[in-house]
């Protein structure tokens, strides 16, 4: 029996346990629901143009075919990731595309990536100061 109890104790910490929510609760949870492809397209827009504004300091007219380009790339990664999930309401958020931001941005940042986005021209430029 106390083997069992033990045994019982470790798969416990292996298991989540959920309880049901109070009828209390009910008034304070919304569900807000997904985003259709167009407005998601617009947030994600927002998104990278806030990001490239604020960190990276380019001029709008440097980076429009740049956030056009990646706002693609992240539409389309979440068309792939619904379309091969289960539960295509809540297989992408985002937020996965803020988490892609930062990586993009790290990226930037770092001078060795950096370098294959700049002109050759302006690099050789910039190797001579």
């Known amino acids: 029996m106390e083997k069992d109890q033990k045994k019982l104790k470790n798969y416990k910490k292996l298991f989540i346990e959920f309880r049901e ?23 994600l827009n927002e998104m990278i143009k806030q990001k490239f504004r604020n960190n990276w300091g380019f001029i709008q007219d440097e980076i429009n075919e740049s956030i056009e380009l990646y706002k693609h790339l992240l539409s389309k990664s979440h068309q792939f990731a619904k379309l091969k999930s289960f539960d295509t309401k809540s297989s992408i958020s985002l ?34 100061i």
């Open 21 to 43: 929510i109070p009828d209390s609760f009910f008034d304070h949870i919304f569900d807000f629901g997904s985003l259709d492809d167009e407005s998601e397209k617009l947030y």
């Open 95 to 128: 937020r996965d595309a803020a988490r892609t931001l930062k990586i993009w941005e790290y990226l930037l940042n770092d001078d060795l990536t950096l370098n294959l986005f700049i002109d050759p021209e302006e690099f050789r430029a910039m190797e001579a």
